[in-house]
Nanobody, 127 residues
Framework: VQLQASGGGLVPAGGSLRLSCAVS?????????MGWFRQAPGKEREFVAQ????????SYSDSVKGRFSIARDNAKNTMYLQMINLKPDDTAAYLC????????????????????WGQGTQVTVSS
């Protein structure tokens, strides 16, 4: 399984970005919950958002709730993260992840809940 995140960039505070995560077609993406995490230099990887297998259930960290929106298109084997009203504190490498087994409603908020990771795409928000 390979995950490829893209869509990062440099934006001013208050700006928007849409990240994508393409999943290799050797697996059927609709069987697995997925999530987004981020990691800033010198900090631990932190949970951002997660989405159920069908996309019908989502959850967010308190720091991004109301500003970020996670979605998935299983027909395209792609997951998205729409980010609006970006803040300098959102600056980080954003990584997409996929659970390794069929999960319940949501895959989880811990790094250890996920088996497969993309390489990350850098988001930099200037003040």
């Amino acid at each position: 399984v390979q995950l490829q995140a893209s869509g990062g960039g440099l934006v001013p505070a208050g700006g928007s970005l849409r990240l994508s995560c393409a999943v290799s077609k050797d697996i059927d993406m609709k069987n697995y919950g997925m999530g987004w995490f981020r990691q800033a230099p010198g900090k631990e990887r932190e949970f951002v958002a997660q989405i159920s297998r069908t996309g019908g259930t989502t959850s967010y960290s308190d720091s991004v709730k109301g500003r970020f929106s996670i979605a998935r298109d299983n027909a395209k084997n792609t997951m998205y993260l729409q980010m609006i009203n970006l803040k300098p504190d959102d600056t980080a490498a954003y990584l997409c992840a996929q659970k390794g087994v069929r999960s319940g409603l949501l895959p989880g908020t811990r790094v250890s809940d996920y088996a497969y990771w993309g390489q990350g795409t850098q988001v930099t928000v200037s003040s």
